[in-house]
C-alpha cells in the first residue's frame, strides 16, 4: 500500500532541463528500490532509470549521460533530473516502486506505480 506522486513536469525547448520529483506515502521508502518510465502516445512504457535501495543506478541507454536518477530517503523522494532534453523525451513520465531483488528494467517488476507526469520537449 505506497502511494507514488510524480511532480515537476512540463514544457521545455529542446536543450533544456527539467527535474521529476516522486514522493511516497509509505513509511518504508528505504526498503524500495525505485524506477522511472515514460510512456508516449501510442507506444509502449518503457524504463528510463532505475536505482536500487543501495543507490546503485542504471540507465536506458537513450537517456545515459543525460539524466541522473536520485533519492532522498530521508524526504520519502526519488528525483529523476533531466539535461540535454530532447524532443523524443517526450511523454508521461511514471515512478515506480518495487520490493524485489535485482535490477529492474521491466515494468512487471514494479508493484506500485504514480499517475504520471507529462514531459514536452518543444522542437
Known amino acids: 500500500q505506497v502511494q507514488l506522486v510524480e511532480s515537476g513536469g512540463g514544457l521545455v525547448q529542446a536543450g533544456g532541463s527539467l527535474r521529476l520529483s516522486c514522493a511516497a506515502s509509505?513509511?518504508?521508502?528505504?526498503?524500495?528500490?525505485m524506477g522511472w518510465f515514460r510512456q508516449a502516445p501510442g507506444k509502449e512504457r518503457d524504463f528510463v532509470a532505475y536505482?536500487?535501495?543501495?543507490?546503485?543506478?542504471y540507465y536506458a541507454s537513450s537517456v545515459k549521460g543525460r539524466f541522473t536518477i536520485s533519492r532522498d530517503n530521508a524526504k520519502n523522494t526519488v528525483y529523476l533530473q533531466m539535461n540535454s532534453l530532447k524532443p523524443e523525451d517526450t511523454a508521461v513520465y511514471y515512478c515506480?516502486?518495487?520490493?524485489?531483488?535485482?535490477?529492474?528494467?521491466?515494468?512487471?517488476?514494479?508493484?506500485?506505480w504514480g499517475q504520471g507526469a507529462q514531459v514536452t520537449v518543444s522542437s
Open positions: 536505482i536500487s535501495r543501495s543507490r546503485f543506478t
Open positions: 509509505g513509511r518504508t521508502f528505504s526498503s524500495y528500490s
Open positions: 515506480a516502486a518495487s520490493l524485489r531483488d535485482g535490477v529492474h528494467t521491466t515494468a512487471p517488476e514494479y508493484d506500485y
